[in-house]
């Protein structure tokens, strides 16, 4: 049986949750992961479908070409296939949204949208939206993980964003945020991940990157502020740490989420693309 939504709560800043559907088997995941977290927060839901108009347009060259995903084999791109395609896909994201949400008596609209991805996406989100998306989209590389929409979304969004994969299953995960040891982000990702905690029925751990030596004032203040919101969190401190010694403390942890800000340096560090890509879980970015 379903539960009624929950009522909003009052201290949280107004927001919807936006998913992003493209028919993919991914994206059917990540509106299921986009209903749940509505519900947890009360939220309305907003779909996005995006008729992607770079590839309307290379339908009208001559030597423009698909590959088939079972054949293998190249053939002409046709606008009116495409076309016809497309529109099935926005039928079929309209009917997933809308018993997904009907299931939970969630409030929800779908946004038919013509033009380029992350355009229309960054038209419509605000600073208090939680846009959710599957980690492979339609720029996606063969053998990646990110697809480049996932990416420029994650670096441009106004509000969080949940880069949705189905978790792997494990005795007792636990929901991981990662944070620099200066960084004025730090609040709002410790207040997600401990959303994320409370709703999954996980705990939640907290690990900080740390560039010199003044580890006590960091875990002091990071356990004044866990005090003062009564956020229970273990705190591990990972002095230097590289963006494989990031993947080793995830997996020590047991993460079964990880929370992080865009600010965070472990992006500027080499190898953090390709950590982003082998994490086989479900990834918030906040601003």
């Known amino acids: ?34 209903a749940d977290l509505a519900h947890s927060r009360g939220a ?27 054949s293998g084999q190249a053939r002409p ?9 497309m529109h099935a896909l926005a039928e079929q994201a ?11 008596g969630i409030p929800q609209t779908l946004k038919l949208c013509r033009g380029q991805v992350v355009q ?13 998306l599957g980690r492979v989209g339609w720029s996606a590389a063969p053998g990646s993980r990110i697809g480049s929409t996932a990416r420029s979304l994650v670096r441009q969004a106004p509000g969080d964003v949940l880069l949705w994969t189905r978790p792997r299953q494990r005795p007792q995960g636990r929901v991981v945020v990662l944070l620099n040891h ?15 905690a409370l709703q999954y029925h996980q705990p939640l751990s907290v690990l900080v990157r740390t560039t010199n030596g003044d580890h006590q004032r960091v875990t002091e203040d990071l356990l004044s502020y866990l005090q003062q919101q009564g956020i ?8 230097m740490a590289s963006a494989s010694a990031v993947t080793r403390a995830l997996q020590e942890e047991g993460a079964s989420q990880l929370v992080i800000s865009r600010t ?6 080499p190898g953090a693309d390709n950590l982003l890509m082998e994490l086989s879980l479900p990834l918030t970015v906040t601003p």
């Open 264 to 269: 965070c340096s472990l992006f500027s560090e």
């Open 182 to 196: 200066d960084q004025g982000a730090n609040h709002r990702a410790v207040r997600v991940g401990a959303d994320l």
């Open 44 to 70: 309305e839901v907003l779909g996005i479908f995006v008729e992607e108009v770079n590839l309307l347009r290379s339908a009208g060259y001559g030597f423009a070409r698909e590959v088939g995903a079972s």
């Open 94 to 104: 309209r009917r997933s949204l809308a018993q997904a949400m009907s299931r939970r």
């Open 232 to 239: 229970a969190a273990r705190i591990r401190l990972l002095p």
């Open 120 to 132: 229309e996406v960054l038209g419509l989100a605000s600073p208090e939206d939680l846009l959710v």
């Open 1 to 34: 049986m379903t539960s009624e939504p929950k009522i909003p709560d009052p201290t949280r800043p107004a927001g919807r949750v936006l998913v992003l559907l493209d028919g993919s088997r991914l994206s059917l995941d990540a509106l299921e992961a986009a």
């Open 77 to 85: 791109l046709d606008s009116a296939h495409i076309e016809a395609r």
